[in-house]
Nanobody
Framework: QVVLVESGGGLVQAGGSLRLSCAAS????????MGWFRQAPGKEREFVAL????????DYADSVKGRCTISRDNAKNTAYLQMNSLKPEDTAVYYC???????????????WGQGTQVTVSS
């Protein structure tokens, strides 16, 4: 069992930056690939980024590639999403999730956090 808690969301102007954190409970954090998803009002939850359990391999949605960086600190049981050059269309609730697979598909994820709101004003 892994419990995930996101933090770091907030209101930021377009062009600004935020760093989201995802703190995991338990001793098995390092056994999971970690992903970030987001869900805007009226839209489906979509893939944002994925990082391997070692942190050596990553994958990004085209919409955030070059602007976001996913990372993790296994000693702290924490994953991060650094978001730069934010745009109003990045406004959404951001979720971290853990998976034992390598997938962009949300149904392949075993554990989810409760989400953190990111709002980007124009």
């Amino acid at each position: 069992q892994v419990v995930l808690v996101e933090s770091g969301g907030g209101l930021v102007q377009a062009g600004g930056s935020l760093r989201l954190s995802c703190a995991a409970s338990g001793r098995t954090f390092s056994r999971y690939n970690m992903g970030w998803f987001r869900q805007a009002p009226g839209k489906e939850r979509e893939f944002v980024a994925l990082l391997s359990l070692t942190g050596r391999t990553s994958d990004y949605a085209d919409s955030v590639k070059g602007r976001c960086t996913i990372s993790r600190d296994n000693a702290k049981n924490t994953a991060y999403l650094q978001m730069n050059s934010l745009k109003p269309e990045d406004t959404a609730v951001y979720y971290c999730a853990a998976t034992s697979r390598w997938s962009r598909t949300r149904t392949q994820y075993d554990y989810w956090g409760q989400g953190t709101q990111v709002t980007v004003s124009s």
